[in-house]
């Protein structure tokens, strides 16, 4: 059994610049999250998708950052014109909402560093 | 969702039983209590989770007290591996999200 994979695991670049992310969810997992992870911090929620529907967004998700599940299996992640403010951890979560409970399983995460 | 409250660091001998409190007073009838840890650089791990009754899983138990409002994460036997962060997390079974805390910093020691 796979658990959550993420794509890549560390990225570094310079500011101005567009980064995607990609994640792989459990296999038939419906939920998908990512969430946002600064140092010292606990991650914060940006986002998640029910299937491929973007059902909720953080006020953390700026108009740079855009989020797809094109076909409710892997998803993307993409930051426009970064800024230094935007490095961190960026951690996708999967879960299958059934039963009442709906437990999320995290990627190792990518880690961001914008120069 | 009700707020958690932890204490920022704790320290165990290795082999010994961590007990880890997570006070929650405000919390309803229908919120569950999640328990995840994070080892440095890692993403966060599930451990275990409950909404009334003491549950308990390969990793660890979780003991509820009989007015919900607080619990205690244990580890039976805890070794070097379990040095981490903690976060005990509150929410209603279908929340769409988790909202991390500072959480308990656990050092397992020799």
């Known amino acids: 059994d796979t658990g959550v994979s993420q794509d890549p695991r560390h990225k570094i670049t310079k500011r101005g610049q567009n980064v995607t992310f990609r994640c792989d969810p459990i296999?038939?997992?419906?939920?998908l999250y990512w969430y946002r992870q600064t140092l010292g911090q606990g991650p914060e929620f940006l986002t998640y998708?029910?299937?491929?529907?973007?059902?909720?967004k953080s006020r953390l998700l700026s108009d740079r950052f855009s989020a797809e599940r094109p076909k409710g299996s892997f998803s993307t992640l993409e930051i426009q014109r970064t800024e230094q403010g935007d490095s961190a951890m960026y951690l996708c979560?999967?879960?299958?909402?059934?039963?009442?409970?709906?437990?999320?399983?995290f990627g190792p995460g990518t880690r961001l560093t914008v120069l | 969702d009700a707020k958690t409250t932890q204490p920022t660091s704790m320290d165990c001998a290795e082999g010994r039983a961590a007990n880890l409190p997570c006070n929650h007073s405000?919390?309803?009838?229908?919120?569950?209590v999640y328990w995840y840890r994070q080892i440095h650089s890692q993403g966060p791990q599930y451990i275990i989770h409950?909404?009334?009754n003491n549950e308990t899983n390969e990793m660890a138990s979780l003991i509820i007290t009989e007015d919900r409002k607080s619990s205690t994460l244990i580890l039976p036997h805890a070794t070097l591996r379990d040095t981490a962060v903690y976060y005990c997390?509150?929410?209603?079974?279908?929340?769409?999200?988790?909202?991390f805390g500072t959480g308990t910093r656990l050092q397992v020691t020799l």
């Open positions: 979560a999967s879960s299958q909402a059934a039963g009442g409970t709906d437990t999320q399983y």
């Open positions: 296999s038939e997992h419906n939920r």
């Open positions: 998708f029910q299937n491929e529907a973007q059902l909720e």
């Open positions: 405000t919390i309803s009838g229908n919120e569950y």
């Open positions: 409950g909404l009334k």
């Open positions: 997390i509150v929410l209603t079974g279908t929340a769409s999200k988790l909202t």
